[in-house]
């Protein structure tokens, strides 16, 4: 599987982190609006559980300072939201339309209609949508 990663903070780091240990899953493409993290060095990026982010070779991972730039990168399957919590109705929308099997941060979207609008495209496009 072929992920986009929307979102370089402590969270999209977090999962980056995940993704990295699962055989056949590969990060093809990120996006961020921070140079610095877009070359793959996360290690100002800190959170709640303490201790610096890591550093990445992103020399086979193309990068983009527009997410939706990255939802439609050649060959992605899935796209990974992990953007500030606005975006994330947005960005998972975008995914679904571009035919992208979505997984999308909390909360997925900021009220019930949004979040019923996303699960009704995710139905339309055949297309796995899944709030982590």
């Avoid at 599987?1 to 993704?19: D, V, Y």
């Avoid at 610095?36 to 060095?41: A, K």
């Avoid at 990068?63 to 992990?82: E, F, Q, R």
Wanted: hydrophobic share 40%.
């Amino acid at each position: 599987m072929r992920i986009a990663m929307l979102g370089l903070g402590f969270m999209g780091s977090t999962h980056l982190k995940s993704w990295s240990k699962l055989p056949d899953v590969s990060v093809v493409a990120v996006s961020s609006g921070d140079e610095r993290r877009l070359s793959g060095d996360l290690s100002a990026v800190q959170g709640n559980l303490g201790g610096p982010g890591e550093r990445y070779d992103f020399s086979s991972v193309t990068g983009y300072k527009n997410w939706a730039d990255a939802v439609h990168h050649p060959g992605v399957d899935a796209v990974d939201v992990c953007l500030p919590t606005h975006l994330h109705s947005d960005a998972a929308l975008a995914g679904l339309r571009a035919g992208k099997h979505v997984l999308v941060e909390k909360p997925m979207a900021l009220s019930g209609d949004m979040a019923d609008t996303m699960l009704a495209e995710a139905k339309s496009q055949n297309r796995v949508l899944m709030p982590a």
